[in-house]
């Protein structure tokens, strides 16, 4: 928004219009034959109706933009708070790994100078050790055992220095490898949840459709089932009369009469599938 929305207009154009309204039938020494303007009282009425309505218009553009700046402001300072939060336990994120770091480091600092110092002290006693197989020159067999005792302790001191240099090597690594490590879970994060939202939209539709499907067919089952039993009852019904003894033969000739409910089995079988068939 910018700023000449929110001065204060100018009321020159009102002025200059108050005065023309006034003055313009002056003009010329008497009234003026192309308008003739109304009565002064009439005209300063009109005049401050309409500047009042103007005024007005104004003010409610002046607040409408007041309250849309105070909208954006809300917005953005809601905004900048969200962000310097992120910022923030980003940064104590990132000070505790650098702590972590720092305490690593110093570890391997004091480690160092220990070995440093064991080294010198070692180094004084090789000195002090070849004196004295120099001051004793004729024993060689010892100096060649003190020579190969001291080759093996400085080829251990220089494999205790390699040893702090992988070491550092490795923190520097993991430090490298936690990075990337973080990068690639808020990335697996944001694709889980993304992944979590629409399998769980589909589910919800999926049961609701379910839910409406499994209502709309016991309704129209309902129907179906009852039009299906009394079709049933009526074919029973039917088939009663035909039972019993034969009308042509005479009373001593009377026909085998199977049960009533002999064949019920396959009867109920056979209006199940005819049931489903219809179904």
Known sequence: MTRSEFATPSRSPDSSRRTSALVGPMLGGGENSLNVSPPRGKGKKANTATSLVVEKERTANRVTGLKKSLVDLSSFSTTTTRRLDETYYSVLEKKSMLHNTISAIKE???ASRRLTGEFEREAEEMARDVDGQLATFGQFNEQEQRIEALQTRIEKGRTRIQGLGERVDLVRRRIEGWERADREWQEKTR???????????????????????????????????????????????NRTPGLGVDSKGDGSQERHVPPLWGDRGGREEEDRLRVFDEL
């Open 108 to 110: 391997l600092a004091v």
């Open 191 to 237: 694709k889980r949840l993304r992944t979590v939202w629409i399998v769980m939209s589909v589910v919800f539709a999926i049961l609701i459709l379910l839910f409406i499907g499994a209502q709309y067919a016991q309704q129209v089952g309902g129907v179906d089932l009852e039009d299906v039993a009394a079709r049933i009852v009526e074919k029973g019904a």
